[in-house]
């Protein structure tokens, strides 16, 4: 099986910086790539960044500029380095990771529960 934690949620002032962590492990032969989505109260769930195996990424453009996805490959993790946060960047924001299980030859996708953060004004 394969676990997805998320952490590194909070409550911030606007301006202010943070940086999640989302940390995958299981029967993990590789993981294509992985991605922080988030959803806000009301709003659907929108793509915010996203790194493959080999480092390419891509951002939304509501974060553009201000947000930073990396990995480490060894230890299965992602991070997203958010800076100069806006209220507009509360939601729950949530871990993806593409993977590859051991034995298996397909991908599948697995989330994980969320962490919350929350920009005050």
């Known amino acids: 099986q394969v676990q997805v934690v998320e952490s590194g949620g909070g409550l911030v002032q606007a301006g202010g910086s943070l940086r999640l962590s989302c940390a995958a492990s299981g029967s993990i032969f590789g993981i294509n790539a992985m991605a922080w989505y988030r959803q806000g109260p009301g709003n659907k769930r929108e793509l915010v960044a996203r790194i493959t195996d080999d480092g390419r990424t891509n951002y939304a453009d509501s974060v553009k500029g201000r947000c930073t996805i990396s990995r480490d490959n060894a230890k299965n993790t992602a991070y997203l380095q958010m800076n100069s946060l806006k209220p507009a960047d509360t939601a729950v924001y949530y871990c993806?990771?593409?993977?590859?299980?051991?034995?298996?030859?397909?991908?599948?996708?697995?989330w994980g529960q969320g962490t919350q953060v929350t920009v005050s004004s």
């Open positions: 993806l990771a593409r993977v590859l299980i051991r034995g298996m030859s397909s991908f599948d996708d697995y």
